[in-house]
């Protein structure tokens, strides 16, 4: 069963760029029947797709965030990440890595906050 | 821009049924948009209920289930339970590698 678990930085400072890094265990990240993806959760608020990747690198993302948001995948260290350019109080969120299978996010990582703030 | 609705919250009794559904701003829901579901309570990870419309995820209760009703995607949960109160979103893909959330559904159990 895959495990995947966040990691980076909690606090970030506006204008500055945030950047988080998943790690996959129980499985590897270059399986051909896995992407990996990025979803975030403002408090309170609902949950938004980020984007997603590929082990071959090919990578998908949100519309409205795409001119900020870079994955990238590490298959030497069975990791993908996320980075955030830009980042105002608005980006402050719980973000969430997950494995993505019949196109749907099957396998959660426990989540963790970055709070935007000087 | 793709907007994705849910009903805000939905009230169900003990034992009893209820039917969320997911739809779309402008068009029709099918099974071409492989909706899928999932359960989120406060503090922690989402939880994955349905894929592909109508499949349960691994140890998931068969009290879930998935369809398509008219134009919307829809979760019933038959035979509600106190643990079932959580929020709920569905998720659709657009399409080219781009899915989108649903705005969720708090369900209380009561």
């Known amino acids: 069963q895959l495990q995947l678990q966040e990691s980076g930085p909690g606090l970030v400072k506006p204008s500055e760029t945030l950047s988080l890094t998943c790690t996959v265990s129980g499985g590897s990240i270059s399986s051909s029947s896995y992407y990996w993806g990025w979803i975030r959760q403002p408090p309170g608020k609902g949950l938004e797709w980020i984007g997603s990747?590929?082990?071959?690198?090919?990578?998908y993302y949100n519309p409205s965030l795409k001119s900020r948001v870079t994955i990238s995948v590490d298959t030497s260290k069975n990791q993908f990440s996320l980075k955030l350019s830009s980042v105002t109080a608005a980006d402050t969120a719980v973000y969430y890595c997950?494995?993505?299978?019949?196109?749907?996010?099957?396998?959660w990582g426990q989540g963790t906050l970055v709070t935007v703030s000087s | 821009q793709t907007v994705v609705t849910q009903e805000p919250s939905f009230s169900v009794s003990p034992g009893g049924t209820v039917t969320l559904t997911c739809g779309l701003s402008s068009g029709s829901v099918s099974t071409s948009y492989y909706p899928s579901w999932y359960q989120q309570t406060p503090g922690q990870a989402p939880r994955t209920l349905i894929y592909?419309?109508?499949t349960r995820s691994s140890g998931v209760p068969d009290r879930f289930s998935g369809s398509i009703l008219g134009n919307k995607a829809a979760l019933t949960i038959t035979g509600a339970q106190a643990d079932d109160e959580s929020d709920y979103y569905c998720?659709?893909?657009?399409?080219?590698?781009?899915?989108?959330f649903g705005t969720g559904t708090k369900v209380t159990v009561l």
């Open positions: 997950a494995s993505v299978q019949w196109l749907a996010f099957d396998y």
């Open positions: 990747i590929y082990y071959s690198g090919s990578t």
């Open positions: 592909s419309t109508n």
């Open positions: 998720v659709l893909y657009m399409g080219s590698g781009i899915y989108v």
